[in-house]
């Protein structure tokens, strides 16, 4: 096999590419939560795709499906028309994933990524309710285009909007000041002043579980009191769960286990089970209020999603599944918090909720030193927070127990000699 000349990234592609640069290697090959290179190195996945990935690469009964219908010349791009792969994806979501939940909504098909999903979100809410703006939380991430990101915290991604980015209002997240501070006691307390300063909003959008912004969880509580605010004051609830849903968190939706029903529901990166392009808009069917092609997309009909997001919802036809990744969720807590204890020159903070887990390192780059190391030894994975302070941990959420121990035993070995240079420096 011929090896690709590394020089071609290096002086032909925009210099706005990341990833390679915290993975220096070409990519040739992937299964399961394995990667490998050009040279054969071998590599565990403790990045999903950034998520995009939930059940590893190549899911082989995906797999089987997707090559099925291309064979059978299956229909590939559809725009909205009605298409037999999308009555199958509509069917089998609502019998599988919404019935048993008890959740009545209606599926929109926006563009096939993350911050398509956050933007029909956002411009449904304001539709609905006819007001203009809306409340976000810091540190939260919702995408890159300019809607979306108008309610992300991240100061240097804000910035590469280019104009001012308006119609938001930032309220502090659960925890972000202290344990002991009442962040929505705060938020409420702007709604009910007419000398506040902010209007009532349209929408409040948040993760249960922030993933880009650094691991932070909102306790089941914090998220009812939303909730219990949102219908006070006549505000929709979007939740973000592109990143946290899909069984990331330990169930399907990142929101059940508080036992909340968001208004409006973002879905994208591992919706389709295989990394292909797919999102999906979930709201209320009284807040159904779109006119005919009013929010559409040229790829809305991604018809290879549909085919390989339907197989994967088989994962979900009983609780075992949910079982399994709770197992493997406790595992890899009790070995993150094992590596804070035995490792104090961490300084570390073990956060996360599930499979969406890391420690944030009170030293700084000290997690990209960790995350850099473990590339060396064959483990990917990325980190997050404002300061990059944060190394994080996305195996597939069906990753085996060898695969979790293989990873864990990288991440020891990373960590451990990166202490051992400290303490001979």
């Known amino acids: ?48 795709g950034a998520g995009a990935l ?35 994806f509509i069917k089998s979501f609502n019998d599988v994933i919404l019935k048993p939940r008890k959740l009545d909504y209606k599926i929109m098909f926006p563009g096939p990524t993350g911050t398509n999903t956050v933007e029909s979100a956002l411009k449904l809410a304001r539709k609905v309710t006819g007001r203009t703006d809306v409340i976000s939380f810091t540190n939260g991430f919702h995408g890159m285009t300019i809607g979306s990101l108008s309610v992300t915290g991240n100061a240097s991604k804000r910035k590469g909007a280019g104009i001012p980015l308006q119609n938001t ?36 959008i948040v993760e249960t579980v922030q993933g880009e912004g650094g691991i932070n969880v909102a306790r089941f509580e914090w998220l009812r009191k939303l909730e219990s605010i949102c219908k006070r004051w006549g505000i929709l609830l979007i939740i973000d769960d592109v990143q946290a849903g899909v069984g990331r968190t ?38 159904d209020v779109w006119s005919p092609g009013e929010h559409n997309g040229t790829f809305r009909g991604n018809n290879h999603a549909f085919v390989t997001a339907t197989a994967a919802l088989d994962y979900w036809k009983d609780d075992s599944f949910e079982k399994e990744i709770k197992k493997k969720s406790k595992m890899t807590l009790d070995f993150l918090k094992e590596i804070a204890d035995k490792y104090p020159e961490l300084k570390g903070e073990v956060r996360g909720r599930g499979l969406m887990v890391g420690i944030a390192c009170g030293e700084e780059e000290l997690a990209s030193k960790v995350a850099a190391e473990a590339f060396t030894r064959g483990l990917i994975m990325e980190t997050s927070g404002p300061k990059d302070e944060v190394f994080k941990l996305f195996p597939p959420v069906n990753i085996d127990e060898e695969g979790l121990k293989k990873g864990f035993e990288i991440i020891e070995e990373s960590v451990k000699s990166l202490v051992k240079e400290a303490v001979t420096n």
């Open 169 to 204: 209002v930032t309220m502090p997240y659960d925890n972000f000041v202290n344990e002991d501070s009442n962040t929505l006691q705060y938020l409420e307390r702007f709604l009910e002043d007419n000398g506040s300063g902010v209007d009532i909003p349209a929408a409040m």
């Open 250 to 287: 330990g169930t399907f939706f990142s929101f059940e286990e508080a036992g909340i029903t968001p208004d409006i529901v973002c879905l994208s990166k591992s919706l389709s089970g295989y990394g292909v392009p797919f999102a999906i808009t979930l709201f209320r069917p009284d807040l």
């Open 1 to 48: 096999m011929s090896q690709t000349d590394m020089n071609i990234f290096e002086t032909l592609e925009s210099e706005v590419r990341s990833y390679c640069r915290s993975f220096p290697t070409v990519f040739t090959k992937a299964k399961g939560y394995k990667m490998w290179d050009e040279d054969g190195k071998e590599y565990i996945d403790f990045f999903s």
């Open 54 to 88: 939930n059940y590893g690469h190549n899911d082989p009964k995906l797999k089987a499906k997707l090559i099925e219908y291309i064979q059978n010349d299956g229909i590939t791009h559809s725009l909205d028309k009605a298409t037999t792969a999308k009555g199958a």
